[in-house]
């Protein structure tokens, strides 16, 4: 694996040594169980083949004499809906196990976070993720899962211009945005390269140390207008290299190191250290997009079927809500409510069709 003794620094370094990974290790499911309680709740996701995992979890559990009150399969749907977060909420009252355990992607993991902080706390304590849960996971998800880490990465890094934790972000996007590069095309042509695939789960572990260090922005904040036509991940990563352009004069350092990784890996022949500002963030843009072609990842909102222009509309006016002023003034460049439909509007409707010409850049 690219940069392995950087990756596995890194990987130590989040949760302090309380976060599991690798491949074969839910066997140690019941061992961190047992550190908190006797009995068990689980949520896991339904998938081919999930029972072999969350057989092992189970196994693990009762061998260490952790009593498995109930199984709820398949609860949650993508995006995970208000109703399925209560429906596990309402598991855990009725249940009230010492220890919930959640198995699956994003969507389970955050809807089980969710029930729970309607109880006592949100952050998962002991995580264990099991590369090898990922082996047989088809294309589409792997791509949404590995971009969506792409974001987390880029967005913190972008975000992080001029603050503390900047060359600690930029260290996590760096290896983690390489990883992906470099590891999600051999995944593309060969799902059962299992070194590319220990790679990704590498590079998206890394993607939670990054929001563990700083926030995300644009792409985050306009993905949840986009629920009923994409997943979360995916539209995320297809919006991230508008917002790069848009961004472009605000974080030149972070696009020339990013930049120059796509150079060096063929998906551009721009001499990144030379440019600078919106031309900077355009050629940028343009390697991303490249990318995302290559592993046959849409490059725009048109692409999507069930995309309307009323999704546009209905981001701008959720982006001006004011309980959400914090994200705007956290984006690289910041925004106001009244500049949302100007320059926001500009961003999205580029995403819509593709033209990056379309993007105005207020600095």
Sequence with gaps: ?????????????????????????????????????????MVSDRFPGSD???????????????QLKEELKGVVRPNAPVEDMLKVKNAISEYDPDVVISFGGGSTIDAVKAAIALDEAIVPQSPVFDYEVTYDAPKELTLDGALDGMSHCMEVYFGSVGKPHFEKAGEIASVAIELIIKYLPDVMRDPSDKEARNALCAATDLGGYAIMVGGTSGAHLTSFSLVDVTTHGRACAVLNPYYAVFYAPAIEEPLRVLGNIYQQYGYSDAEFRSLKGRDLGIAFAKAMLVFADQVGFPTRLSDFSNFKRDHIEKALEAAKNPQLQSKLENMPVPLTADLV?????????????????KIKNLT
């Design 1 to 41: 694996m690219q940069n392995f003794e950087k990756v596995q620094a890194l990987l130590q370094e989040f949760k302090k040594g309380k976060f599991i990974y690798g491949e074969g290790c839910l066997d140690k499911a019941g061992e961190v169980a047992v550190g908190y309680g006797n009995t068990v709740l």
């Design 52 to 66: 072999r995992f969350t057989g092992k979890i189970k196994d693990s559990v009762s061998g260490h004499g952790v």
């Design 341 to 357: 439909d100007e320059y926001m509007g500009s961003i999205l409707y580029a995403a819509e069709s593709g033209e990056l010409e």
